[in-house]
Each structure stands twice: as C-alpha cells, then as structure tokens.
C-alpha cells in the first residue's frame, strides 16, 4: 500500500512539472509575440502614418478638381485600409492569457482597442454567473470572437458595437453585434471560423438584415468549455436552499 502511495505521488509531481513547464512555454511564447508586435508598432505602422500625412498634405496642395489628386486620394484610401489591416495583424499577434476567468477581460480590452482605431462606439456587457474556462477552449473562443469584432469594425460601417457574454449552465453564449450595413452573403472567412468552433463542438450562426446590422453568435457546450461542472440554476438554488435549513 505505501509503495502504492509513494507511485502515485511521483505521477502526480511528474504530472505538475510537466503542466508547469508547458505553462511557462506558453508565457515565453506570448511574451515574444507581444515584443514582435510591439516593434511592428512602433516602426512599421507609425513610419506608414508618417508617410500618409505627408502625402495627404501634398494632396491639399493639388488643384481640387484634378485628376493627379482624384488618384492620389484614392491612393491614399488604399493606403488606409492597409493600414488598418496591419493593426489587425498585429491585434492578432497580441493574443492575451485568456483562460480562467480572464476571457471577458481579454474581449473587453480587444473592443476597446477597435474603438480607439476606428471611433466607432464600443460596450461590452455580462450576463449569468462568470465561471472559469479552460484554457484552449479560452483562446479559441477569443480569437473567433476578436475576428468578429475586427470585421464589425472594419467592414459594417456601423455607428455602434456590442460585445455580450453570457454564462448560463448548458452553453457560454458570445455575441457581437453592431447596427451597421448588414450582409447578403457572409465574407469567405467565416467559414473558417465555423469549422475552428465546430472543432471545440461549439456552432457559430451570423444573423444579418440588409441596412440594419448583423449578429454574429457563438455557442459552446458548457461541459466543454468550464473548468468545472455547472449544475442547472434551480438545483444549485435547491441546495442552497437546503443548506439553510
């Protein structure tokens, strides 16, 4: 029994020097995309900027109605809208610690990091209990989700964004919606995005209406997603029920 014991606590210390150094390879790792995507930030895209505002101001000085400056602004449209896909590269390169209970802090900080790029308002709201969730469920639930955002931003032409997270027993439900332009038929990349939530046994829906907006849904089992166990609300309510008695 005791030589039982003693086989059993060497595997679980095995067990935890393994998850703890897998743990601290993950930070390695996103410790290097963050400086990756710091550097890019701070040469790349400000020395883009830079070079726009000086042709923008060469613009200005271009006969309005001439055809040099009809191909300069249209340039320049070009220019941003590269621009504004670099930032998203890069938004993708900072992919925080989203497990645990940091998954909705992780989103909120992704929106208002949109906000910020294109001045379109953002908020973010929570529903249900928060729970803690699994880490590559995590992960994978905030880069479809970021995806998302980044489209609404970029692509709606919407005057608001929302976030909304719902924590219920049976499902975390994520939402983004915005009240933009809509769609007739959804962006080639969605598709992607289904098979990775389908991956995790998740469903991702888009619902969209012509010239009033579009909601992007993300559903996924809470037995696949929670750290633990969420017993439904009306027996946790009987158990503290009894509990008082």
């Not at 067990?15 to 710091?38: N, S």
């Not at 271009?62 to 449209?77: H, K, P, T, Y």
């Not at 994978?140 to 980044?150: F, Q």
Request: proline content about 4%; overall charge positive; hydrophobic content about 45%.
């Amino acid at each position: 029994m005791l030589l039982a014991c003693l086989a059993a606590g060497a595997v679980c210390l095995l067990c935890l020097r393994r998850l703890r150094r897998a743990y601290h390879a993950r930070l390695r790792q996103l410790a290097e995309r963050e400086r990756v995507a710091t550097s890019l930030h701070d040469t790349l895209l400000q020395s883009m900027q830079g070079m726009i505002l000086r042709f923008q101001s060469v613009g200005h000085r271009m006969a309005a109605d001439s055809a040099e400056r009809a191909a300069l602004e249209q340039i320049l449209d070009q220019a941003d809208e590269v621009l504004a896909e670099g930032r998203h590269q890069i938004l993708a390169l900072r992919v925080p610690l989203a497990d645990g209970d940091r998954l909705s802090q992780a989103l909120a900080a992704a929106g208002q990091a949109l906000q910020e790029t294109f001045d379109v308002p953002f908020r973010m709201l929570i529903s249900g209990d928060p729970a803690p969730v699994n880490g590559d469920r995590a992960e994978e639930m905030y880069a479809i989700m970021r995806e998302a955002l980044v489209n609404a931003f970029q692509h709606a032409r919407a005057s608001r964004i929302e976030l909304s997270l719902d924590y219920g027993c049976a499902f975390l439900t994520l939402r983004v919606r915005d009240n933009g332009r809509g769609m007739t038929q959804l962006p080639a990349g969605y598709a992607a995005l289904r098979e990775r939530a389908a991956a995790m046994a998740a469903s991702l829906d888009v619902l969209s209406v012509p010239r009033q907006g579009t909601e992007v849904i993300l559903k996924v089992p809470g037995e696949v997603c929670y750290q633990t166990p969420r017993a439904p609300r009306r027996r946790r309510g009987l158990a503290a029920w009894l509990r008082r008695g």
